[in-house]
């Protein structure tokens, strides 16, 4: 059974970057595809990004284009996030969907991810 565990939030100022980090464990990410979700206090989890199961696709929202990175390899995907905003305080959330069910399309919508892990908080603020 594929567990997933974020690690790299954190509290960091207006224009700073940190690198989310999404381990594996239980099988390889090898024919999953990636997705980086996030959840601000009383809002709906948003997807922010994917990444196709072989790596050569990727998806954006539009409130991160340009500021985010997604990228992966066969036991952990990470997301760059550059040019923080206070609006993209959140809990941000990795999820893996196996892409004989689907790969990584746009819109990123949560139901279409089976495995999730527990998330880790990025705080922007002065």
């Known amino acids: 059974q594929l567990q997933l565990v974020e690690s790299g939030g954190g509290l960091v100022q207006p224009g700073g970057s940190l690198r989310l980090s999404c381990a594996a464990s239980g099988a390889t990410l090898d024919y999953y595809a990636i997705g980086w979700f996030r959840q601000a206090p009383g809002k709906e989890r948003e997807g922010v990004s994917c990444?196709?199961?072989?790596?050569?696709s990727t998806n954006y929202a539009d409130s991160v284009k340009g500021r985010f990175a997604i990228s992966r390899d066969n036991a952990r995907a990470y997301l760059q996030v550059n040019s923080l905003k206070p609006e993209d305080t959140a809990v941000y959330y990795c999820?893996?969907?196996?892409?004989?069910?689907?790969?990584?399309?746009?819109?990123?919508?949560?139901?279409?991810?089976?495995?999730w892990g527990q998330g880790t908080q990025v705080t922007v603020s002065s």
């Open positions: 999820a893996a969907r196996h892409n004989t069910y689907g790969d990584c399309y746009d819109p990123i919508y949560p139901y279409d991810y089976d495995y």
């Open positions: 990444i196709s199961s072989s790596g050569g």
